[in-house]
């Protein structure tokens, strides 16, 4: 079975600080796939990034970075220079590469606030 | 940029009622997802649909649930005799294929809010 977890249920900051949202997961299986969504306040769900199993190189969009660790079973994001516009729930998600049939099982989400 | 979409957005109805979630899928894709997600909680799987039937499904997903691609186009959740519990934002995603392709990713729709009185 699979598992994600997000440790931070919720956290404040204030504009233009830097902020990293934990994500550790745990899956038998050695070919999987991790994700970010992004959930604004309107509600919907947005695609922010997917990382392989056998690609642990690290990603930088714009202020936003990943850093996978498969050593400690962690894929975390950071924010650099926090916006207003950066407020939602953040999600992590693990599907595996077995039968799953592409289901992606979920962290508990972590609410991000910045403040202005 | 091709998206998925889903009506309504909001639905009222009442306890028992049946209800059915619409969806259409981007129009290549051949895996088809519902998620639900409760006020405040995490976002839970309910159902993988593929090649014309279930792949896949949750222990949310009991006998009152059903899915259906009636038509080649929309891909439908139905809900036969709602509760109280079913009260939740349902998401429909779809995906291409499964691999290690770049476009390798679920996208989500907007979601329907289902209020169950």
């Known amino acids: 079975a699979q598992k994600v977890t997000q440790a931070q249920t919720e956290i404040s900051v204030v504009e233009k600080e830097d902020v990293t949202l934990d994500c550790v997961y745990e899956t038998r299986d050695t070919t999987y796939y991790l994700f970010w969504y992004k959930q604004p306040p309107s509600g919907e769900l947005v695609f922010l990034i997917r990382?392989?199993?056998?690609?642990?190189q690290n990603e930088i969009s714009g202020r936003y970075s990943w850093n996978f660790q498969k050593s400690t079973s962690s894929f975390n994001f950071t924010i650099t220079a926090s916006q207003v516009v950066d407020s939602a729930v953040y999600f992590c998600?693990?599907?595996?590469?077995?039968?799953?049939?592409?289901?992606?099982?979920f962290g508990q989400g972590t609410i991000l606030t910045v403040h202005p | 940029e091709p998206e998925v979409t889903q009506t309504p957005s909001h639905q009222v109805t009442q306890m028992g009622q049946e209800v059915i979630l619409r969806c259409v899928p981007i129009s290549n894709h051949l895996y088809f997802y519902w998620y639900r997600q409760i006020l405040g909680q995490k976002v839970e799987f309910l159902v993988s649909f593929y090649n014309n039937e279930i792949s896949e499904k949750s222990e949310i997903f009991d006998d009152q649930f059903s899915v259906e691609r009636p038509d080649g186009s929309n891909f439908t959740l139905k809900i036969r005799s709602t509760k109280l519990e079913d009260s939740a934002m349902y998401f429909c995603a779809s995906i291409d294929r499964l691999g290690l392709a770049s476009t390798d990713t679920q996208y989500f729709g907007p979601g329907t809010r289902l209020t169950v009185l």
């Open positions: 990382r392989n199993s056998f690609d642990e």
């Open positions: 998600a693990l599907r595996t590469g077995g039968t799953s049939y592409g289901k992606l099982t």
